[in-house]
């Protein structure tokens, strides 16, 4: 790993360094020094999940993730399982990212886990769930367009209390713009994640993510990381490739594609987009997570990047049968009617949700609405999805704002 005396003077000041021992609770602050979140590399929910962990200005010889079926406490040493993490810097920070892949994982059950280096010390116990690999009910929430103002904290807060089985995020998250010296920006919004987004049994949030325009520096290109850095080097959910599909128990799969920030709506991305829709076609739950929306509720609907996904997209959404896409970039709450080819239909259709405030300021929209959309104001919001819901196995979907109350709801046909 590369570091200075310089980026390590720097980063001193800037995050404060505090090591857990595993001794304080993981809803402490531990900005900068340690961040613990969750994610995953890969496509199977079930039997996977990916521990990621940051340290700034040491050197773990030996990072590793000690992990169990049952609570070990302040003892590391007494986990029956370890995995080695592989470990990578952002250069001339002083920042290093280590993660770890717990494979072979049953589906449906609670793990408790530590991370860090037998030398460095580990992170206070947390814990995680599996997604059972059936067709039970699921929860998840999703949103985009956040930042580290003061409003993300209280809407993680109340999407937590819901406990949710995951989270979907649209982009634009701590607002970057692929620039190395907006990682301070990283470090408020992990620690607000590490924080807030415990579940009231304690479990940790694994997120997924989709990358937005202010995850890039500059505009469209093929060097991924060098765009787009903390979004693929804190995360690396697919390499460098910035779409890829994960999928929830028996009934639920969530394709996540990139509005062209690193790669273009069309041809290697149209075509996988096509080849894992027809992989899952029978999935009953089939979504979409991206950035830009192909019908915005603020942005004029022709504009480049909405055009380009319905004109690469929207064929096979139709096509297919698409369940929702959720949309993010617009800042505004927005609900579409049901459509297919472009028009209204009563059923068969795609409902769009979105469009990001999950923290940012909220745009002003016109008084006169699109006319595809249902539902939309300038309010900050995330949205909560239970899938496979009651005997009647339906979906719904809320908008939860600020206050934890439900600002809109929908209620799919079984």
Not at 165 to 179: E, H, S, T, V, Y
Not at 206 to 232: K, S, Y
Request: hydrophobic share 40%; net charge neutral; glycine share 10%.
């Amino acid at each position: 790993m590369k570091k200075t005396m310089t980026s390590f003077t720097i980063l001193i000041g800037l995050l404060g360094l505090g090591f857990g021992t595993g001794s304080c609770d993981p809803r402490d602050s531990i900005q900068g020094g340690f961040h613990v979140y969750l994610t995953w590399k890969s496509e199977d929910t079930s039997r996977t999940m990916t521990v990621l962990f940051i340290d700034a200005g040491r050197t773990m010889n030996t990072p590793v993730v000690r992990y169990d079926t049952e609570a070990r406490g302040t003892e590391p040493a007494l986990y029956r399982h370890e995995v080695k993490a592989e470990s990578w810097d952002f250069e001339k920070t002083g920042v290093h990212v280590h993660s770890a892949e717990l494979k072979d994982l049953t589906p449906g059950a609670t793990y408790f886990f530590a991370a860090g280096d037998a030398d460095v010390g580990f992170s206070a116990e947390r814990k995680f769930r599996t997604i059972p690999n059936d067709s039970s009910p699921l929860r998840f929430v999703v949103g985009g367009d956040m930042d580290v103002n003061e409003s993300v904290p209280q809407l993680l807060q109340h999407a937590a209390a819901l406990e949710p089985q995951f989270a979907l995020i649209g982009g634009d998250i701590a607002r970057d713009n692929g620039k190395i010296s907006n990682f301070p920006k990283w470090d408020m919004w992990l620690k607000y994640w590490g924080e807030k987004m415990l579940t009231p049994q304690g479990f940790t949030v694994p997120m997924v993510l989709a990358v937005g325009n202010h995850e890039v520096d500059g505009l469209f290109g093929t060097r991924a990381f060098a765009q787009a850095p903390f979004f693929i080097g804190l995360f690396k959910q697919n390499g460098e490739k910035t779409y890829f599909t994960r999928t929830f128990g028996a009934d639920t799969v969530v394709h996540v594609l990139d509005t062209g920030h690193i790669f273009s709506h069309g041809g290697k991305q149209r075509d996988w987009l096509f080849g894992q829709l027809t992989k899952h076609v029978s999935t009953k739950n089939r979504f979409a997570l991206y950035h830009i929306p192909l019908y915005p509720s603020h942005r004029d609907f022709n504009s480049m990047g909405s055009r380009k996904g319905r004109d690469q997209w929207l064929p096979l959404f139709d096509l297919f049968g698409l369940t929702a896409g959720f949309e993010s970039h617009d800042h505004a709450l927005k609900r579409t009617k049901m459509l297919q080819q472009g028009r209204e239909v009563s059923a068969g259709g795609t409902v769009y949700f979105g469009d990001g405030a999950w923290g940012i300021h909220p745009r002003v929209l016109s008084a006169a609405r699109p006319w595809y959309v249902a539902s939309s104001s300038a309010t900050r919001h995330f949205w909560v999805v239970d899938v496979n819901e009651g005997a009647q196995s339906r979906n719904s979907y809320r908008a939860i704002g600020m206050d934890g109350k439900v600002l809109d709801e929908y209620i799919a046909a079984p």
